[in-house]
Every structure is written in structure tokens, then in C-alpha cells.
Nanobody
Framework: QVQLEESGGGLVQPGGSLRLSCSAS????????MGWYRQRPGKEREVVAS???????NYDLSARGRFTVSRDYDKNTVFLQMTNLRPLDTAVYYC?????????????WGKGTLVTVSA
């Protein structure tokens, strides 16, 4: 199994920046993709950005141009650099890892870190 632990959430003013980190441990060889989801108050969990082991990335439209996902493969860590934050970015941000060990699709989740964008 894979364990994920996020850090870096907090309170930031509109227009500000924040960097989230997520470290993976355990059977990290199973990971094919790491990224970030978020759940805004009263909304479903939604994908924000992800990065494959190949380096290919995917971004939600709301994140493009403002957020950057990156990985440190040696440290099994994924980052989300968020800039020009807006109140609508307020959410619990969850680290996610995906893989297909033994041909079975697996998802692993962190516990989440709260990001609040407010003046």
C-alpha cells in the first residue's frame, strides 16, 4: 500500500501564493501518477492537477496558468504551486496517487489539507 501525507495548507489573501507538498511512503513503486484534487464547500471532489511518471501533466481549466504541479521522483513527493489565489480556490486539497499494480487500478489518498483564501 501507499501512504500519502500533505502539508502546506493555510490562510492566504486573494492574489497570494501557496505551495502544497505531499510525500508518499510504502509501496511507492506502484505509483504511476500523482496529483491533487480538491473539495470546495458543498461541492464534489474535483481534480486540480496531476503528473505522470513520464512527466506529462494534466490541469483542470481553473488551474491552468495559475497552478503548477511538479514532482521530486527521488523523494516520492508531489508539489502544487498555487499563485494568484482566489476565494473560489478555498477547499480541502487532497493528494492522490494512482497505479495499476498487478493489473488492478488503485487510488490512494491523503487526509487533506485546508486552503482558505480570504481577506
Amino acid at each position: 500500500q501507499v501512504q500519502l501525507e500533505e502539508s502546506g495548507g493555510g490562510l492566504v489573501q486573494p492574489g497570494g501564493s501557496l505551495r502544497l507538498s505531499c510525500s508518499a511512503s510504502g509501496s511507492t513503486y506502484m505509483i504511476e501518477r500523482m496529483g491533487w484534487y480538491r473539495q470546495r464547500p458543498g461541492k464534489e471532489r474535483e481534480v486540480v492537477a496531476s503528473m505522470w511518471n513520464s512527466g506529462d501533466t494534466n490541469y483542470d481549466l481553473s488551474a491552468r496558468g495559475r497552478f503548477t504541479v511538479s514532482r521530486d521522483y527521488d523523494k516520492n513527493t508531489v508539489f502544487l504551486q498555487m499563485t494568484n489565489l482566489r476565494p473560489l480556490d478555498t477547499a480541502v486539497y487532497y493528494c492522490n496517487a494512482q497505479g495499476t499494480p498487478y493489473g488492478i487500478s488503485m487510488n490512494w489518498w491523503g487526509k487533506g489539507t485546508l486552503v482558505t483564501v480570504s481577506a
